[in-house]
């Protein structure tokens, strides 16, 4: 029996559902390592574990390690050392050295987390991404401004993708950013030129070195205009074919990006724009599971559990090969005030005080696309609408055709409102 510990920080039920799928395995036992407590976590969760440490920090290596050497001394030593929020991702590497336990090491994790560091060794690779500089003063951020122009994006070195970014669109929004940051030795802000293009994700598995599968999603609009409009309804599509000319760039550069950061068997998602010219910039890269439902929606485009072959991929190291069988799409649904277009900033102000009062358009979607939902969950009238960009519900459909899917998320967005008041 392997010995698999599982560290989620908080319970959430996205991380549990990675930690079911690791404890369904053969041959498998599993614990868990936690800041919460051990009844903030469903009943039938608890009933499959060998083991539960609670510590003061999860994010904390000193604690972590605590932790999981106090369960290898109840259950038995530790095989492997999972967790798949990105802040986590380099305090357990750090745990891994220090225990001796295979995965990931810091230095890979330190090249995905620490996004300025990435971005150089782009640039040792001749990688294409975003003109960059790492700032530690004002007078560091305005002199890259006037070098690049603006607009700007400014996020923290170890940010999570969109939601730790902010567009600045001149020196008056970058001065304001600033104030909030206060950068300095040791707290340095990331900014980088706005790239202007479509923008796409690039999700790989990768086993012992060899990128074993690849997906792209295409998003509809880009993540940061949806992080910065909690109004906008938007969707996210997985080509069934990925063979199109148009890719061709990002499936030579991306494996070449994975290799330079040093990933050799896990799930990364990385962010990747197409200029106007044709031209491709990388954004950034993370060495976890992506969000915003593109995990589920890759298992069905490949028509299997992908819970399930992410588990087996960590624990096991196996991935098999896997055709592309359908294309998928999920449309996510945001409450909406009244005059949400007009000022995005009052309107996330007003939304903290909302409820959602009604659903319109529901009946009309199912007539319209009803034979291609896969996955639904609308958003519950009455309750407080959700701080996220994933939004208060969403649909996913699925057809062997990509323009078909393509056509039925854009028709839900469009018919279904979440009205809030």
């Not at 792209?216 to 074919?241: D, M």
């Not at 962010?271 to 298992?299: K, N, Y």
């Not at 909406?336 to 009946?363: F, Y």
Request: with cysteine; hydrophobic share 45%; glycine share 8%.
């Amino acid at each position: 029996m392997l010995h698999v510990v599982f560290v989620i920080p908080f319970a959430t039920a996205n991380t549990q559902r990675f930690a079911r799928a690791v404890a369904a395995l053969p041959d498998v036992r599993l614990s868990v390592v936690s800041q919460d407590p051990a009844q903030r976590f469903p009943a039938p969760f608890r009933e499959r574990l060998a083991g539960f440490e609670q510590v003061a920090d999860a994010m904390q290596v000193d604690d972590l390690c605590g932790g999981v050497e106090r369960l290898a001394a109840q259950v038995g030593p530790v095989a492997r050392l999972l967790g798949v929020l990105e802040p986590l991702q380099e305090p357990l590497a750090q745990a891994r050295e220090r225990l001796r336990i295979r995965g990931m090491d810091h230095g890979a994790a330190q090249n995905f987390r620490d996004k300025a560091r990435m971005k150089d060794l782009f640039g040792a690779h001749a990688i294409p991404c975003a003109r960059h500089r790492l700032c530690g003063s004002v007078d560091e951020a305005l002199a890259f401004a006037r070098q690049v122009g603006f607009p700007l994006v400014g996020k923290p070195p170890a940010g999570a993708g969109a939601k730790a970014t902010q567009r600045c669109n001149d020196e008056r929004e970058l001065q304001q950013f600033l104030a909030q940051i206060r950068p300095a030795r040791g707290r340095e802000v990331l900014l980088e030129e706005f790239v202007v293009g479509r923008e796409f994700s690039f999700d790989s598995v990768t086993l012992h070195g060899k990128h074993v599968l690849h997906n792209i999603c295409c998003y509809y609009p880009t993540p940061l205009e949806v992080v910065e409009n909690p109004w906008i309804q938007w969707c996210i599509v997985l080509p069934r074919e990925l063979d199109d000319p148009a890719f061709g760039e990002i499936h030579r550069t991306g494996p070449r990006a994975l290799a330079a950061l040093g990933m050799w068997t896990g799930i990364s998602h990385m962010e990747w724009f197409r200029r106007r010219d044709g031209s491709i910039a990388i954004s950034e890269v993370a060495a976890r599971p992506p969000g915003a439902q593109i995990v589920p929606l890759i298992g069905y485009v490949l028509d299997c559990d992908m819970f399930d072959a992410l588990a087996r991929l960590w624990v096991f190291e196996q991935f098999p090969e896997r055709p592309r069988r359908y294309a998928a799409a999920c449309a996510f649904l945001r409450g909406q005030l009244p005059g949400s277009r007009a000022d995005a900033g009052a309107d996330k102000v007003a939304r903290a005080k909302s409820r959602i009062v009604a659903l319109h358009g529901v009946e009309a979607m199912q007539q319209k696309v009803g034979k291609l939902i896969v996955d639904l969950k609308l958003p519950e009238v009455g309750a407080a609408p959700v701080d996220s960009y994933e939004g208060d519900g969403h649909v996913i459909v699925r057809h062997p055709d990509t323009a078909v899917v393509t056509q039925a998320v854009q028709e839900i967005v469009r018919t279904v409102r979440v009205e809030l008041g």
